[in-house]
């Protein structure tokens, strides 16, 4: 039997991304941990089952030397992940896989242990809630879950069967007393995060004869029973001894507020203790030194409608004796550094703490010096590439850290990095780097007031004055954020594949370029960041290998706002795709999940003024509105109104037969990002078709799985 070329291109395409089945194969690198003495370095990767409609998860052993091939340690249908060194070089993980020593039991996600020395992993704990994290203290023993109880439980024992009743009655409704009720995707409640210490128990048949690698059960020790909801999306660090617990703690203020405080948890009482805690400020826990004396503290000014947050780092000094409860003295680190800084760990001498933050198209990794009187809060940048740094772990002699990096040309890869030289060495990978034709270049123009407007292009090979390609203007989320590390959801090598450039700009409000160029479109989202995309668009338009005359805009979130702020302000585009997008401020801002910060950040005044569904009069290109109903973030309502108003409001209505050149992609079991693979498959088909029909003037088929 003869293949046909679409069956070809399917099973040996061009590269991944010219076939939607083999990019949604390429497995995917997240998280990173280093054994106590530097010998094994672990990484989780994802890679998609059989079926093509979920990925599963599995740890793999990366060679710090980068001599060895990287080799997987963990493998089963459920998948593994949060893999974390004990002090002892032992290795957890949770899992859901079943537990072959209690193959009747139901599958939950739990705690298993890996052996320094190999062997086969093992259950050591399980609960009814599942465990959700594991921590453990560098220098000791202490092992550490963070898990999740029914408010009203009184222990593990009550926890089970008020679950078990739940499910037997298949019960859902939760009742609140509290804000917020809702979180990105997830429903809050009745379930509370709380923060176990994990602790031997008692054998459960003392003297009994059994093998050598018998132990005695692991129990648990409620930390934080009494933190509500305080625990809920918290940042949690362990001190290296592990005596002392340091975390993020949500404050409930009046009027349905609230603001991060930061805490500490003495290990051996459970005491909670605030030591930060100041009006119009969040405090997050960054690493803690290796003597167990300091802390670095992450503050987050709250935003007002006339002033952006502001991000800075701090010492605290937590030793015995130096706390003041809820107002103890900071210490200024790096203020006069003018980025956003995410501090990642102290070298092993506390001399310095290495930090990531984005800069200019990047997300470089830094040193701040701890000691000497020139060298304290000197920051220098340590990676010279243009790439995106995340897990910076530190060798134990100080000399070297791995992390992961990325960029718009490759995905996740474990990376050595010399803390003396900065020279970057790619470790040997669990697979290797996917392939694209085209090009990446950056490019730039300067705004009406001065202002650097920076942005990536991808352009698709072949592209020149004889052949120009079409443009796509892609506008990021956030709006804090940047285009400067790879992502699998808006990937621009699958439509470079198809022939179009890829515009990526860095408009007003997006971070790696100072306080300024934030404080630039903070409160005017209508205004210099559109006037931005729109002058990187002219300059790029200028290009003789760009096909001026089809062009389209899209975006995510915020970048979908945008979206719809372009599609009621200009006609100069195609064709626009807006996806989990903002449209009607008045309607958002009390319903999406966050309203507290939402509406401190815009006067109901200012919404209405950067508000795009006041504009859909003017709207007079095709949209392609796509939205997920389990989106908390931009709940659907948005979606809705905006379908709506399109096909009753736009100069492009519904016709008398119901017919219009507007689309709704619509995903009822979807969040903000439409994660499933099946889905994502569908997005990319129906934007390809979307874009094809109104810049191409080519009517690609939609994908068959819709049934149409």
Avoid at 182 to 203: K, S, T
Avoid at 208 to 231: F, M, Q
Avoid at 471 to 496: D, E, F, K, M, Y
């Amino acid at each position: 039997m003869v293949a046909t070329d679409s069956e070809t291109l399917s099973e040996h395409p061009e590269t991944p991304f010219h076939d939607l089945d083999h990019y949604l194969a390429i497995p995917k690198v997240s998280g990173l941990a280093l054994s106590p003495d530097g010998g094994r370095l672990v990484t989780t990767v994802a890679t998609l089952n059989d079926a093509g409609t979920e990925y599963r998860t599995a740890v793999w052993e990366v060679d710090p030397e980068g001599r060895k091939p990287a080799r997987r340690i963990t493998r089963s249908a459920k998948g593994e992940a949060g893999a974390v060194f004990a002090a002892n070089g032992d290795l957890y993980f949770s899992s859901a896989r079943p537990d072959p020593e209690n193959p009747e039991g139901d599958p939950l996600n739990a705690l298993w242990l890996l052996p320094a020395d190999g062997g086969e992993a093992r259950v050591v704990l399980s609960r009814a809630g599942g465990v959700n994290g594991v921590l453990a203290a560098k220098e000791s023993g202490a092992l550490f879950v963070a898990a999740s109880v029914l408010a009203g439980s009184a222990d593990e024992d009550d926890d089970a069967e008020r679950r078990k009743a739940r499910q037997d009655n298949k019960v859902a409704a939760i009742l609140h007393s509290g804000y917020p009720v809702r979180y990105w995707d997830a429903d809050l409640g009745p379930a509370q995060p709380r923060l176990f210490a994990v602790e031997p128990g008692a054998e459960k048949k003392p003297g009994k004869p059994a093998t050598i690698d018998a132990a005695a059960p692991l129990k648990l020790r409620n930390l934080t029973p009494d933190a509500g909801s305080g625990l809920r999306d918290a940042n949690s660090v362990i001190s290296p001894d592990g005596a002392t617990i340091y975390s993020s703690f949500n404050k409930a203020l009046a009027n349905a507020d609230s603001r991060s405080v930061l805490v500490k948890i003495d290990v051996a009482t459970g005491v909670r203790t605030v030591l930060l805690d100041t009006d119009g400020m969040s405090y997050f826990p960054g690493p803690v030194s290796p003597d167990n004396r300091t802390i670095v503290v992450v503050s987050e000014s709250d935003a007002t409608p006339d002033d952006a947050p502001q991000v800075r780092l701090h010492l605290l000094d937590v030793s015995a004796g130096a706390e003041t409860a809820g107002d103890a003295p900071l210490t200024p680190l790096a203020h006069d550094w003018d980025l956003w800084p995410r501090p990642e760990a102290w070298l092993p001498d506390g001399s310095a703490i290495l930090v990531t933050a984005d800069e200019d198209g990047a997300c470089p990794v830094f040193r701040i010096g701890m000691t000497g009187d020139k060298a304290a809060g000197q920051v220098s940048r340590l990676t010279a590439d243009a790439a995106a740094y995340t897990d910076v772990v530190p060798s134990p002699d100080g000399g070297t850290a791995y992390a992961l990096r990325s960029s718009y040309e490759f995905p996740a890869e474990a990376v050595r990095i010399d803390l003396a030289t900065g020279n970057v060495v790619r470790l040997p990978a669990p697979a290797e780097r996917p392939r694209y034709n085209g090009s990446l270049e950056r490019v730039e123009t300067t705004a009406a007031d001065g202002s650097r407007v920076p942005a990536y292009l991808a352009l698709p090979e072949g592209a020149s004055a004889g052949n120009p390609a079409p443009l796509l203007l892609w506008i990021h989320g956030g709006p804090l954020g940047s285009w400067n590390a790879w992502t699998w959801r808006w990937n621009p090598w699958l439509l470079v594949a198809r022939g179009y450039a890829v515009l990526l700009p860095d408009p007003a409000l997006s971070t790696g370029y100072g306080q300024h160029h934030i404080q630039r479109g903070w409160g005017g989202w209508g205004k210099a960041p559109f006037t931005d995309l729109m002058a990187i668009t002219d300059a790029v338009e200028q290009r003789p290998d760009i096909d001026e005359t089809r062009t389209a805009a899209m975006g995510g979130s915020f970048g979908g706002y945008m979206a719809n702020w372009v599609a009621g302000h200009t006609d100069r585009f195609k064709a626009i795709v807006t996806h989990a997008s903002l449209w009607a401020l008045d309607q958002f801002g009390p319903t999406t999940d966050s309203a507290q910060y939402w509406l401190k950040e815009m006067t109901p005044e200012m919404a209405l003024e950067n508000s795009p569904h006041l504009h859909v009069g003017n709207i007079s290109t095709p949209m392609l509105v796509i939205h997920g109903d389990k989106d908390y973030r931009v709940p659907i309502g948005e979606g809705l109104r905006l379908w709506y108003e399109l096909l009753a409001k736009s100069q492009l209505p519904a016709d008398e037969n119901g017919e219009t050149d507007h689309r709704f992609l619509y995903f009822p079991d979807e969040n903000h990002w439409v994660l499933h693979p099946q889905h994502a498959k569908v997005w990319y088909g129906v934007v390809e078709h979307f874009l094809a029909r109104n810049l191409l003037d080519k009517d690609l088929p939609v994908p068959a799985e819709l049934g149409l």
